[in-house]
Each structure stands twice: as structure tokens, then as C-alpha cells.
């Protein structure tokens, strides 16, 4: 306690670019700008209540939804084979998954661009055989496949870290009491590696869910999710009001979210991802 | 071993033949285990750590396949079983128990494998808890318990499922001294009011001396000795197993005739023959055993070292020109006091050479 000093420069730091900010952005969301100054008004939240927007808000939520999916069916299995004690050559699979992620996120979704390009990559290939070009960007698949490819990690390392924190012993201890192997995984196991799910999915949906750079550019200029929504407010509607409206819903359904996760990993554990 | 009505065989619930076990084809940790353990018997695996006590359980349990050998359990060949399959239950050493699940579901986990019916499987986990004292205890989370009801739980877990034969992996380890003794007792009397063998490793001497039926002494791999606790404690068979079992007197010595023996340049009568006239012995002598007379008396004379007093008895190093003997005496005699010292005949006893 002695030693408090220490963490005032972060405090203040928190205060400056965190907390000020968010101060700004609730009061721009409560206000609209008239020749007056500013009034406080809900016609923001309103605006936001238009068939239109919750479109948008629907598709974020959905395609979030089937990312997180997508990651937790690929993940999880991922996870399991890493922490099994049979992997002898664990540490190189690890490298290789972890590779990408030093790797500029921006750049590796660019990376899909050229990949899934009319003239692209796969369609040269798919031509040789004399398949037609398939238009595989600007669409629902093309975004959800960044979001798996970018995000897939964050749902690998947290199950894979309770797994390995599994005791071997209680492995054996089922089998001891009659469990084959298919029980002992959906009996011990699996119960048992709950919260590292749990986290590994809040750690998906959550930047899958506000992501608008994937949007951007795998799903073409006219593709709008909810991040995409609030970055055009900023950047060329310049309606800062109904933006800041936007990004509070939105923090408010993450917050939700987040809230109805930490009541099933009750255990606060894995989370940590390194 | 053959009993009215049944032969030698049915008497036998589990055989060890030829057990061997190595690790990465270097690391041998067992070399040809020979063993029978009978039904409805208390034995101790005892040894040292390392010295293959309980690899050899995990074979029995299935948990570690033998490099070589056969596991038999009622006289069929189990080796190949995983552990599933074994009619064997085990008690871990850290318990293992379930956190994700409540006491009762803990317990019941074999049951419900097992496909039991709801009410039998309430009436067993019931009658599980009585046996282990622990009743009412169905619905706490079993990270809420103390080391010593947490240990309860998992042999009530093994129990309930009414094995033929429960494993225990040095189930006692991590309780203080008090709880494990209460805790023997009560092993114990499970043991004679189920009628289940129990198989139990450990490396506390005192432990296998009181609750044992078979012992079973273990060094580096190699069976040492399996005798009665009595038969261990008394007549052990080489200096390691007197060493192990309870303090003792080492001391070289030279076999002169049959039933005498020379160690510290005095002859000694003794209960041993079949010696080489002359042969290098090893002589082991019990604490207990060692007389002292504050006259000259006794055989050998020394001057009290140092005194501890351990309770029931005082704990003295006497030494002599030769030796220094650890002796166990209820009276005190002073530091640096001139005493004698002496051994009845069928206190000393002749091992042959170890050889290293």
C-alpha cells in the first residue's frame, strides 16, 4: 500500500485518455447540437430505434454469433490436442499457432484480399480446372471468415490454458470409477474446462461483435455492421451525437453480455492468456 | 496358503508374475515383481520414494501397463484391462475428487456410470458417508472441506462401488500427524467390516506396522521382504529392511561359530547359524534392545553423548571405542556418565552381507 505513488502515473494516464473520454462520449450521446449550444435530448437512442439501424445491429450481433461458433467448434478440439501429455512436439504447434498473431492485424486481412480476389489466388487456381470465377468477397462468408481467421486464438489459448491446468489424476480417477473415454471427456473434462469456454467465447464475441475493419474490407464499401455504423458517424457524417448514441449501445449490450458470461465462470478462472 | 474348501489358486485374489517396468528403456523401476496378495488381507507396499511401491499399485489399477509380466485376478489375466474394466477401485494420493461436482454426486459417480437406479444410488451414497463419518455432508462442495473430510470423500467414492479390492496410494500423506493416526484406525476397521482387501502404499513404517497384515518391503525395485508386521519388525531380512522398519544399530561383524558372533572385539552369543566360520556379518540391534548398566555389568563400555527425550522414552547415543549405538531406555543416564551396555542373545540379529 506503501508504494500507491507508483501507479499515479497510470492513473492519470486512465483518467486522460479513459475516463475523460467516456465522459464525452455519454454527454454527446445525450445531447443534440441547435444554434443555442448543446440540449439534452433521447432523440439520439430514438434514431437509433429505426427499423434500419437495429438491421444493422442484428446482423453484427448474428455474425458475431456464428464467428464465435465457428471458433469454439474449431477451437475447442484445437485446444484439447495441444494440452494432450501424448503431444510431444507441443511447443512448435503452439509457434506456429501463435505466428500469425505477431503479425499486424490489418495486414493479415489484407492478406485474405488477395486470396479471395476475382482474379485472386483461389480463383486462378479454381480456373485451371475451368471452374468459373466465384465471387467469394463482399459477402456474409467472406467477414465471417476474417473474423474466425483473426479471432480463432483468443478462443484457442484460454480453453487450451484450463485444460492443461487439468490434474491428471482426476482423469484417472474417473476411469478408475468405470469412465471410458468418451465419459470421462463429457463427464470431467468438458465440465471442467467451462470457464476457459466461457472466456475464450467473451473473447471472440466481443471484438467480433464492434469490429469494423474485417467489414470494411472483406465485405466490401457498402457492407455495414455496427463498428462500421459508428466509424461513418465520425469519419463522414460527422454527427457525432447519433455516434456516440451507438457506440453506448453498444458498450451497454457488450456489458450485458459480459455479465451474463462471468455468472456461468463463476471460478474467475482462465482468462490469462499468456 | 490353502484354506478348508477353497485351493490355493481362489485364495489368491491378485498375482504379480514377472513383473517388470521400464521407462524409455533405460529407467527400470521395477525388476521382476513376484507377489500374491489374498483375499481379505491388509498388505503395505512400503519402501522408500522410488522405489517402485507405487507403480507397482498403478499396474494393479491398470493405470500403467508392466514392460514385461502378467497381472492375474482370480487367476485370469487382467494385464491388458484398462482400468475401467478393473474390478478395482483406487484412493488417490491428492483424493482427485471432482471439484465441478457436490459430495454426493462425487460419490455417486460410479453408480451413475454404472446405470443404478436413483433411489439405490441416495440409499448407497447415505450408507458411504455413515461408513466414513461424514453424514449429512451430500450437498457441500467438496473444495469447502478440510484435507482430512476431503480424504474421506474419495474413499467413500472408491467404496461405494463396492470393489473387490481397494487400491490406497499413500492416502494419509498430506494430514497432520493426529488426523492420519485416527484416520488408520478407521481405515482399519472399514477394512474388517467390509471384508474388502485392501492393498495401501506407503512410506511411513509406523503406518504399515499398524495396520497391516502383509507387509510388503520395497528398495530400488526389488521386493525386500513380505512378512507379518511381527515377522518384519523382528526378523528382518537384510540391514536395509531393519533400517527401514524402525530404528536400528547397524555394526559389521565376523560370525565365529554357529551362535557366535564378534562385533566392537567382543564375542556376543546369538540365536543365528548356518554361517561360514569366520564370515563377514551384518549385526542389527534394536535401541530398545540395548541394555545399560551404570556398573560394569555389561559387555561393552561408553560414555552418554547426548539424551533426547522423546516422551515415552529417553533417546541416548552411547559411544563405545567403536560404535556409536543409538539406545532407547525409560531411565536417563547423564550426559558424559560412564555406563556398560549389553544385548540378550535373541535381541541380536545376523544378517548376511549386503551386497553392494
Redesign the interface.
Known sequence: MKRRFLAYPYFIWMIIFIVVPLILVLFYSLTISTENGFVFTLDNFKTFLQPIYLKVLWRSLSLAGISTLICLILGYPTALILASRQMSKKSFLMFLFVLPMWMNFLLRTYAWLTLLEKNGFINTILSFFGIEPIQLLYNDGAVILGMVYNFLPFMVLPIYSVLKKI?H??I?????????QY?VFR??IF??S?PGVFSGISMVFMPAVTTFVISRLLGGGQYMLIGNLIERQFTSVYDWHFGSAVSIIMMIIILISMGVMSKYDNQQEGGGLW | MISKGGNAVAEHIIELVDISKTYDSTTEVLKTINLYIRKNEFLTLLGPSGCGKTTTLRIIGGFEQPTTGKVLFEGKDITSLPPYKRRVNTVFQKYALFSHLNVEENIAFGLKIKKVDKDTIKEKVRSALKLVNLEGYEKRSVDSLSGGQQQRIAIARALVNEPDVLLLDEPLGALDLKLRQDMQVELKRMQKQLGITFIYVTHDQEEALTMSDTIVVMKDGIIQQIGTPEDIYNEPKNAFVADFIGESNILSGIMKQDFLVEFCNHKFDCVDKGFEINEPVDVVIRPEDIEIFSNDSGKLEGIVESITFKGVHYEMIIKTDSFSFMAHNTNMYPQNSKVTIDVAPENIHIMKKAVN
Open positions: 490434474n489424476s482426476v484417472e480417477a474417473a476411469e478408475d470409477l468405470g469412465a471410458n465419459i463427464k470431467v465440465p471442467l467451462l
